[in-house]
């Protein structure tokens, strides 16, 4: 990984029938790596949709980001460490991925074993700190004992939770959208895994960062209105849109959830505007 490494949790894509579109997935891993990316995760648990896909569409979409991607290493998200994430792992082994996130959201104790088979890939492992754990702390002695390569840190407030992790020795990855970005920074994160569907305005921000010290703002505020519409439940249907109204994907479709609405999607094309993408196919009205 790059010193300040931008990583894409990859949205799965569909037709609007809800069937797997698999050109969209690779159209997705292609924009992803010409903007920046130096690292794909497939199948990531809030943007990913893993829960509505069968074993062999979670195969077809590793394979899809192994051809769409430039080379980029594929890693693949195994859920919640549980007995099921073990078999999930192997799984995404075959399939061809080059590395695996697994999710901790109960006592270090409880999950060691298992980790340990998911390890026994062989496969480069990240240890994932989510939002709203009920882990307090890091894991930062799994990653230890698991020589693990990365954690990602989610978990509130983040700015500590980066910190503890990167005063452990242990490389710190930002989330949350992007939305804490220069906080984690100037934590200590080695950069920051997103689904956004505007990769090269958060590269930018990674990009002026200094090696330590307080973040220059201007890029990061110039693209905040529209991470704002990313963030929260509607999060992964307004990336959907966004990625469609620019033309990479087909259709906005999700398995779950609410369709948008017209007036999200007028704000969309506006915010797209607003920080220079301009969409390709702008919402009528907007």
């Known amino acids: 990984m790059e010193n300040r490494s931008l990583v894409a949790a990859v949205p799965t894509a569909f037709h609007d029938d809800g069937a797997l579109d698999r050109d969209g997935v690779t159209a997705l891993a292609a924009t992803y790596a010409a903007a920046g990316c130096s690292v794909l995760i497939a199948l ?7 829960g509505s896909l069968d074993p062999e569409e979670r195969d077809l979409v590793v394979r899809a980001l192994r051809e769409g991607g430039s080379g980029l290493p594929v890693f693949v998200g195994v859920g919640v460490v549980d007995a099921a994430a073990v078999t999930r792992a192997h ?10 996130v697994a999710t901790i959201v109960s006592d270090h104790q ?6 340990t088979d998911i390890a026994g890939t062989g496969l480069p492992l990240w240890l994932h700190h989510p939002a709203g754990s009920p882990v307090p702390v890091p894991p930062i002695d799994l990653a230890a004992d698991l020589a693990a390569d990365a954690i990602l840190v989610e978990a509130t407030p983040t700015p500590d939770a980066v910190a503890l992790v990167a005063a452990g ?22 950069g920051t895994i997103a ?4 990769p090269e305005h958060l590269h930018q921000v990674l990009a002026e960062a200094p090696d330590e010290g307080p ?3 201007d890029a990061f505020l110039a693209v905040l209105p529209y991470l704002r519409l990313e963030a929260g439940s509607a999060g992964l249907r307004v990336r959907k849109e ?44 907007a």
């Open 44 to 50: 990531e648990a809030a943007g990913g949709e893993p």
């Open 91 to 100: 799984r995404a082994g075959a399939a061809g991925a080059d590395g695996l």
């Open 110 to 115: 409880r999950v060691g074993e298992q980790l």
């Open 169 to 190: 020795n242990c490389r710190a990855l930002g989330g949350l959208g992007g939305l804490f970005l220069p906080e984690e920074l100037e934590a200590g994160a080695r």
């Open 195 to 198: 689904a956004s569907a505007v």
């Open 215 to 217: 973040m220059p703002l």
């Open 242 to 285: 966004a990625w469609r109204q620019r033309g990479v994907i087909a259709s906005g479709r999700t398995r779950g959830g609410q369709p948008l609405g017209a007036t999200t999607k007028r704000a969309i094309t506006r915010r797209l505007r607003e920080i220079g993408m301009a969409p390709r196919d702008s919402y009528p009205g």
